[in-house]
């Protein structure tokens, strides 16, 4: 038995042996996509290819802590119903054997490439970092191809999570660095074939106007074109907190600007967070055949005390949030639910007009849409959403699962609230303010039999049951 073949056979075996226990968690969803098993992190590999759109994650089957991760593989065709597909990658070979890191995929000329980042760590703990190479004809078995790209000069060994896209003939790759001084940055590359690459330069930094110090580590990298501009998507690593802004862990946000391909450089505005929640990192868009540019998100943040989580004692920990649509409106990315969302209603629960305060009960699989003037929304005597019209501050609240203690994200709104759209799958909470001006992404632990809603202000508020169950894995046989 190979070592690749080792490895599917014991992440199986903790599939078969866990996943009846960890479903039945009250916390586990029900439409948003979660580890069958174990711990899941970075969305990668995000991509429709022949129809079919593929979502690959971090995995690691065998614990709920980090390691030597694998490539787990969800598909679907509607974006609601989801299938688990067998382990796309597993870290078995000299050049990924701590970790298959994150990465992304392309369609070349019918072949399904992934490129990601193979984790080394020599018998010192000293890191290495191979930019790699699987594909695939069928988009279920992957055949890896080796390294295609090793560290150039200028950067230490954390240099991850490769981008690639197609633009004007070339192949374009992005890569998360840090500078041999140890400050954040995105590298530039190209190549003809895939095979190939030539390292075109550094198009951002950490400590390049109009930044001065934005982190030792950027990682995620995602560039893209949107309504005719660039929009570099990034996770830095090591920013202070700034009274609302930057209150997580590690940050996740965008640049937008133009990008001179010919010059390597990227001219672009200041860096603003994509997600105002507690739980939000590592996202990732990709086209579609509609010229959707849809982003994935990791409902979770790396250090931010993962380990108390409540999950981790029932086997998992982690999912993704919802694939959202971007648009670009007045230089910002707004987020918006996919029109397939809508499909997730199972029936309508109710149409309240609010004036003063109201109370009420929802499931714990649930959309609730508010419009008009909303004061405050309490959702399961655990989360708070309010708005203060005097200083324009949107204010998520809720109890920290490590000690208990109040915790609040907060969001300015010059123009006022006149709009929630609240996701909620058991242990977590979306909630698209004003169509998708900004979100708030978290978990919510709250006791799994509480079902209250409380309401102020003058608004309607509706609210439908959603799927239970959209996510299949029994077609591999567990």
Not at 109 to 133: A, H, I, M, P, W
Not at 141 to 168: A, C, M, Q
Not at 255 to 284: C, I, M, N, T, W
Request: hydrophobic share 35%; net charge negative; proline share 5%.
């Amino acid at each position: 038995m190979t070592h690749d073949s080792k490895l599917r056979e014991q992440a199986y075996e903790a599939v078969k042996n866990h996943h009846g226990d960890i479903r039945n968690d009250p916390y586990y969803p029900s439409y948003h996509l979660a580890p069958p098993v174990g711990l899941l992190n970075d969305p990668n590999g995000w991509i429709q290819w022949k129809g079919k759109y593929h979502l690959f994650f971090q995995w690691m089957p065998f614990h709920t802590g980090h390691g030597a991760k694998f490539w787990g593989h969800y598909s679907t065709t509607n974006l609601v119903d989801w299938s688990l597909e067998p382990i796309a990658l597993t870290p078995s070979d000299w050049f990924d054997k701590n970790g298959c890191y994150s990465g992304s995929a392309v369609d070349d000329d019918g072949l399904l490439k992934l490129f990601y980042t193979g984790n080394v760590k020599d018998e010192s703990g000293q890191r290495e970092s191979y930019q790699c190479l699987a594909e695939s004809a069928d988009g279920v078995t992957f055949s890896k191809k080796g390294v295609k790209l090793e560290l150039p000069e200028g950067y230490t060994p954390h240099f991850r999570d490769p981008k690639v896209w197609f633009h004007n003939g070339l192949w374009y790759m992005v890569i998360g660095a840090q500078t041999e001084d140890e400050v954040g940055s995105v590298a530039l590359f190209e190549s003809e074939d895939l095979e190939s690459w030539t390292h075109r330069g550094m198009i951002a930094k950490a400590d390049r106007p109009p930044f001065s110090d934005l982190g030792y580590m950027w990682e995620c990298p995602d560039l893209f074109e949107l309504d005719g501009q660039e929009v570099l998507l990034f996770s830095p690593q090591g920013l202070e907190a700034d009274r609302i802004d930057f209150n997580n862990q590690y940050q996740s946000g965008y640049v937008v600007g133009r990008l001179d391909y010919e010059k390597a450089e990227l001219s672009h505005d200041p860096f603003v967070e994509l997600d105002r929640g507690f739980e939000f990192y590592a996202p990732q868009t990709t086209m579609d055949d509609l010229g959707r540019r849809i982003l994935i998100g990791w409902m979770g943040v790396p250090d931010q005390n993962e380990a108390e989580q409540p999950t981790v004692k029932n086997g998992w920990i982690h999912q993704m949030t919802l694939p959202r649509e971007l648009v670009l409106i007045d230089g910002r990315i707004h987020q918006l639910p996919l029109e397939e969302m809508k499909n997730l209603r199972a029936s309508k629960s109710f149409s309240e007009d609010v004036k003063g305060e109201w109370s009420g009960s929802i499931s714990r699989v649930s959309e609730l849409q508010l419009e008009g003037e909303v004061e405050e929304v309490q959702l399961f005597d655990y989360t708070t959403l309010r708005y203060d019209r005097q200083t324009s501050l949107l204010t998520m609240e809720r109890p920290s699962y490590v000690d208990g203690s109040l915790e609040t994200r907060s969001c300015r709104l010059p123009k006022g609230l006149r709009h929630l759209q609240l996701f909620i799958d058991h242990s977590s909470l979306e909630v698209f303010v004003n169509n998708g001006e900004e979100v708030f992404t978290s978990r919510i632990f709250a006791k799994e039999d509480n079902r209250s809603l409380q309401v102020k202000g003058e608004l309607n508020v509706q609210a439908w049951n959603l799927k239970n169950d959209t996510i299949d894995i029994t077609s591999q046989g567990w």
